[in-house]
């Protein structure tokens, strides 16, 4: 015959009921659960404040750089004003420096000019070629042409003559020469006529044919009326600024 298992016997225990531990435990519990609330919405609202805080002061640190910012912008602006008048005042004085050399430089030269005529050396008597200046002008081709003749004499007498100025130049690979009347309308002959006592100025404004490269002026003087006038001079073609 098979054995029968016996069952395990449940045991019983009888507790009592107590309602008032049972509130008592909820409210422990809900007033572990207010402080916790409490006790994080300070914190909270502490870190809040301290954030509030940082945030102001950086606000008014930034209005603080903003104002510094301006204020050097407004000292470097009127610094760059004070550079800009002192630079001005600068090239001023340096142009007034530059024309005050040139007038004084074109005074000696008058003066040198002139006491030559007075006072000339016994081996500088005669017709002479004073100077001979081409000026640029803002076209390329186009030029100022300006020759003083002059007499050099103890005892000054009306001379008279001719001056030939041809240009020596090239022209598409060929070796042309031209007359300054060629070139000039202010020059009616090729054969200039002179006439004077003291000096005499040949001027008159001067365009180059296209393709034309000039390189040399040549200049003839000869005297008329039996004078024995005879000067040839040769200058290179070199330019000035007007």
């Known amino acids: 015959m098979p054995k029968v298992k016996e069952s395990k016997k449940t045991r019983m225990v009888v507790v009592p009921y107590d309602p008032k531990r049972k509130f008592l435990r909820f409210a422990l519990v809900l007033l572990l659960l207010s402080a916790s609330f409490a006790a994080g919405f300070v914190l909270s609202n502490r870190d809040y404040f301290e954030v509030r805080e940082q945030r102001d002061l950086l606000v008014q640190e930034l209005a603080d750089a903003n104002r510094a910012n301006k204020e050097h912008q407004r000292r470097v602006a009127q610094l760059q004003i004070g550079s800009n008048v002192d630079q001005e005042a600068t090239n001023q004085v340096r142009e007034s420096m530059a024309d005050l050399r040139k007038q004084i430089a074109d005074l000696k030269s008058e003066i040198s000019f002139y006491k030559g005529l007075m006072a000339p050396k016994d081996s500088e008597e005669g017709v002479s070629i004073r100077s ?60 200039i006529k002179y006439r004077f006592k003291y000096f005499q100025n040949i001027e008159g404004a001067v365009t180059l044919p296209d393709n034309y490269e ?27 600024e007007a």
């Open 214 to 240: 000039p390189k040399r002026i040549d200049v003839l003087v000869k005297g008329s009326g039996g004078r024995s006038v005879y000067l040839e001079k040769k200058f290179g073609w070199l330019t000035q």
């Open 132 to 191: 001979l200046d081409l000026l640029a002008t803002s076209n390329p081709r186009k030029y100022q042409f300006k020759m003083v003749l002059q007499q050099f004499a103890n005892q000054h007498r009306l001379v008279s003559g001719n001056v030939r100025v041809s240009i020596l130049g090239q022209q598409n690979g060929k070796e042309v020469i031209l007359s300054l009347s060629d070139l000039s309308p202010d020059i009616a002959d090729e054969k």
